[in-house]
């Protein structure tokens, strides 16, 4: 395990401190109708974390949208956000980690123009 710990440093694909150097990215997924679509789904074998969500909704009308961390099967909720025509960011109380076969899904319940959930994630393995 230590050969592989090592490995994993010296070809910059694993940090000890925190997020793999050049890897922060913000992914979005915008709704004009009541769907559900994947933010971010990495690929196989690696972990990125969440570091902030927000909500961003066209026009002024109502909207009620979804976040959740999903396994194809089974969904575990982020947040379930209604309100009228302003962005805001969203809190929540733990880290999120996201991988392959558990990842981010945004489910648009309801909007008057559109609705786009944005993520900041960086790589940490």
Known sequence: MQALNTMGQI?????QSGPIPGTLAIKTSTSTTAESTIVFQPDAGQVWQ???LSILPA???SYRGIANLYDGNNAVELF???GTGTA???????PIFISSDVYLRFTVVTVDTSLTLKAAVARVR
Not at 11 to 15: D, F, L, P, V
């Open 59 to 61: 026009g002024s009308g």
């Open 80 to 82: 379930d956000k209604s």
């Open 88 to 94: 805001e960011s969203l809190d929540y109380d733990t």
């Open 11 to 15: 070809t910059n694909m694993q940090s």
């Open 50 to 52: 969440v570091i902030a």
